[in-house]
């Protein structure tokens, strides 16, 4: 994959070929003076590279000398493009791009020559391109001359007579006939800093009868070519072939790089091979390419003073295109400062993730913080009693004696003694001798949230009724929170209410016997979360005591008057069970 991935800048250079957004194959350039012109660089290189930083540079050689190119009014540097609104005589010279990113360096060269305009004619002669066809066939010009902006208007010339002007980038030919033989130029308008500049692209059409033109195949840019360098970098050669147009018949050819060692590239050798080739064959417009590729995957000391020749041979006289490398200018950057800035650049844009991750994960703890440290209350001037009414299986059916010591002493203990809670539960709070099913309904009005004790045998015909109560005032009347603790796993589900699915599984807290016991774990943190905001007992008792000591004499009226009250509720707690079971046996 990363071969083929230093692929791809080669094919999109090849496939925008165009006069007006130029990222040409041929180095040298023709355009004509007074129109809007554009050099750029294939974008394939940095849309791979578009998660690293990297430089761009512009230069231009003029009479000997190298100059770095600044914006201007007329002169826009904009990325890969150097656009020219328009350009002059004296823009004609040797431009180079350099694209760096610390590890990788590339550079791409040409000659700009600006060509006069002819005040005779449309376009200058100097300046078209040519197109054979045969009468009959069906045939599309395309305006090459159409920029990467949007806001453009076209128009098409024949022979320098309107010939177009639906503003169409194409102009087709259903069945080309003799007489559609001719110039054709499409005239470009588009508008910058409140001017309208031109640019234009003439093409030759010449259609003729008979048999398909023969086209010689040839190399593009034969000769020799030097290509820059670093050592240890890894470099891509390419040897491009004209093959002709796509109505012709299929060339013979033999294309080649001149090195018996050579093998071809491939997922399971480019790793052990240090120099391959491979060959890939592609279409721009109606013109057919192979290119030979020459992968060097580390360039060594003595690879600079190797010659790496491209051979072709056809039925005429064979062609050669040599390649040499040499030694370029380091990079400005030095690598291990490109990496650091990397780095730290991933990890600042990290941190702020890294918060919100925390935030999400701790979300119950920073908001048991914040209660304690603000002692927030919204429970005050709400008319509400109890902060919850607690549900669980109350019935002589129940055999599980850990199930009531959870609820009768374990969760007021902490609620109530330690944090402060005020809960209403059924044996306890509720004066025997009333109607079971107006008290259950009256007092969880009275209450914030429901609690809801779930175990194997929570079924029962008042805990049902306290559940279908709660679930009516939570999802319909939307007048209290449900809670849900599931204090051991239940057997059966199909017996609850379906509406119980439509709570939110955050409301649900599962307890874990022993890990669950201390005041600080996991379990009560989650309870304390889904309560009433409400500052917690601790907090009120040492607010107290830095107020007003306790003398012993009060401690002591303080504890018989708790001793009182204890006994109160557990005659209290026998009534209710003694009411519990004359409701069920009259109700059966």
Not at 229 to 250: D, M, P, R
Not at 294 to 301: A, N, P, R
Not at 387 to 414: G, H, N, Q
Request: net charge positive.
């Amino acid at each position: 994959m990363a071969f083929e991935s230093l692929i791809i800048p080669f094919l999109v250079f090849l496939s925008k070929a165009t006069t007006g957004e130029l990222c040409p194959l041929r180095r040298s350039i023709d355009v004509l003076e007074g129109e809007y012109f554009s050099l750029c660089f294939p974008g394939s290189i940095r849309d791979n590279l578009r998660s690293k930083s990297y430089t761009v540079t512009w230069l231009k050689e003029s009479e000997g000398k190298v100059n770095l190119i600044q914006k201007t009014h007329r002169l826009v540097l904009n990325g890969r493009f150097l656009e020219f609104w328009p350009a002059e005589l004296s823009d004609m010279g040797n431009y180079t791009y350099t694209f760096s990113n610390g590890t990788y360096f590339t550079s791409q060269k040409w000659f700009l020559n600006v060509l006069k305009r002819s005040k005779d004619s449309c376009f200058n002669t100097n300046h078209l391109s040519r197109q054979v066809k045969e009468a009959g066939r069906v045939h599309t010009l395309k305006c090459n001359a159409v920029p990467h902006q949007k806001n453009i208007t076209i128009m098409w010339y024949k022979n320098c007579n309107v010939r177009n002007s639906a503003n169409e980038e194409e102009l087709h030919f259903p069945s080309l006939t003799i007489e559609d033989s001719g110039n054709y130029t499409c005239v470009v308008s588009i508008s910058h800093a409140g001017k309208a500049f031109n640019t234009t692209s003439t093409i030759e059409l010449m259609v003729k009868d008979g048999a398909a033109e023969v086209v010689k195949l040839q190399i593009i840019e034969p000769g020799e070519i030097y290509v820059e360098t670093q050592i240890g970098k890894e470099v891509i050669l390419n040897c491009t072939v004209f093959l002709g147009y796509s109505n012709a018949a299929k060339p013979v050819y033999l294309l080649h790089w001149i090195d018996k060692s050579l093998n071809s590239c491939s997922e399971n050798t480019k790793e052990e091979q240090s120099i391959c080739e491979k060959e890939y064959n592609f279409d721009s417009g109606n013109k057919k390419y192979v290119s030979k590729l020459l992968w060097i995957k580390t360039v060594k000391e003595e690879d600079l003073n190797c010659n790496y020749t491209c051979f072709l041979q056809t039925t005429h006289k064979p062609q050669l295109k040599v390649f040499k490398l040499k030694k370029g200018n380091p990079p400005d950057l030095h690598p291990h400062v490109f990496t650091t800035g990397i780095i730290m650049a991933v990890f600042f844009s990290l941190v702020p993730v890294l918060l919100v991750v925390l935030s999400v994960i701790f979300r119950v703890d920073l908001v048991l913080f914040y209660r304690d440290i603000t002692g927030k209350d919204d429970t005050i001037g709400d008319g509400k009693e109890y902060d919850a009414f607690v549900s669980y299986l109350k019935d002589s059916i129940s055999t599980d004696v850990e199930e009531r010591k959870f609820a009768l002493e374990i969760l007021p203990r902490t609620l109530e003694d330690h944090f402060g809670y005020k809960l209403c539960i059924f044996e306890r709070d509720v004066s025997p001798g009333g109607a079971v099913v107006d008290d259950v309904q009256s007092f969880i009005d009275k209450s914030r949230r429901l609690i809801i004790i779930l175990s194997r045998n929570y079924i029962s015909d008042r805990v049902m009724y306290e559940l279908e109560t709660g679930l009516h005032k939570a999802l319909v009347e939307r007048k209290i929170k449900i809670i849900l603790i599931e204090y051991m796993r239940i057997s059966d589900y199909n017996m609850l209410p379906k509406s119980l699915e439509l709570l939110p599984s955050r409301r649900v807290v599962k307890w874990k016997e022993d890990k669950s016991l201390p005041s600080n774990s996991r379990f009560w943190k989650n309870l304390r979360y889904l309560m009433p905001v409400k500052a917690s007992k601790s907090n009120i008792r040492c607010h107290n005591n830095s107020v007003s000591p306790i003398s012993e004499e009060g401690t002591q009226q303080c504890a018989g008057s708790l001793k009182h009250s204890y006994n109160q509720k557990l005659e209290k707690k026998h009534a209710v069970e003694m009411s519990t079971c004359c409701y069920l046996l009259r109700r059966y």
